[in-house]
């Protein structure tokens, strides 16, 4: 069960998804902003089952916590990249690199093969594709455009070509910025993927700022954009919620629960175990 503001939060997300599974707009990142214990993680959670549910065997949703990923750079870089590779995004990369390879080595009589959709693509990506499935040498830096996170997303880039990916990175505010950021912009920078990236971070977090300057003149500008999302948490909005959420209170029940509550999670939990 949602908010009203949670559930806006839920059908804009959807929106951004329907034009990226279409092919209609290339990738994208969308930022979903609010303070903890706003419900993030509840939108995060209901937009990844009603994708899952709806498109489970023509899209793929890859969905990363990264509160729950290790310390140290370098080992929450390796924990990305295993996030970003989930068996099934192995098992399509691993398609579209024999693919690849049968279209290199192939000599039809006519140009055919160039008009089939997928030529372009693979030969763009192809290096990539090899190299992080062989497991090549990566750069020490975990963070940079060699690292094995960025290479893993360039990866799942090349595989939204013919399945379209929702790839959800909750608490993304837990990642240092320069890995948050070389992740991001390689899963949305390539113009033929199909990939949305919906990172839930803090209001006024360094990587939202970071992200948002960056795409406004770089190698993802216009990719980036900002959820609409009302981050009011007060009494008021508290008592709000308590009344949308249990129609059955009256104002004064919902006001005492609103009193008694610093967040909207807090909220949540009274009403679906109350007291």
Do not use: K
Not at 155 to 177: C, H, N
Not at 243 to 248: D, F, M, R, T, V
């Amino acid at each position: 069960m949602l908010g009203g503001r949670q559930q806006a939060a839920v059908t804009e997300l959807a929106q951004w998804w329907e034009g990226i599974r279409h092919g209609d707009v290339g990738s994208h990142a969308v930022m979903l902003a609010g303070p903890v214990g706003w419900g993030r993680s509840t939108v995060l959670d209901q937009l990844s089952a009603n994708i899952s549910a709806a498109d489970a065997q023509a899209s793929l949703v890859v969905r990363i916590s990264c509160q729950s990923l290790p310390g140290g750079l370098g080992s929450r870089a390796a924990a990305l990249r295993d996030g970003l590779l989930t068996a099934e995004v192995r098992r399509q990369a691993a398609a579209l690199l024999c693919r690849g390879r049968l279209l290199n080595t192939a000599r039809p009589a006519s140009g055919s093969l160039l008009m089939s959709g997928i030529t372009g693509t693979i030969s763009l990506l192809l290096t990539s594709l090899a190299a992080t499935l062989a497991g090549g040498a990566a750069d020490d830096y975990p963070a940079s455009e060699d690292g094995a996170a960025a290479r893993a997303a360039r990866l799942v880039a090349a595989v939204s070509a013919s399945a379209p990916i929702l790839v959800v990175i909750d608490d993304a505010d837990y990642l240092e910025p320069g890995l948050a950021v070389a992740v991001i912009e390689n899963l949305i920078d390539h113009h033929e993927s199909r990939v949305l990236v919906v990172a839930a971070v803090d209001l006024g977090s360094d990587l939202a700022a970071d992200l948002t300057s960056r795409a406004r003149c770089g190698r993802t500008a216009g990719r980036v954009h900002r959820a609409v999302a009302d981050p009011r948490m007060g009494r008021r909005s508290r008592a709000e919620l308590a009344e949308e959420l249990s129609p059955h209170l009256t104002p004064a029940e919902a006001e005492q629960l609103a009193r008694r509550t610093e967040t909207f999670a807090e909220i949540f939990a009274a009403v679906q175990f109350p007291c």
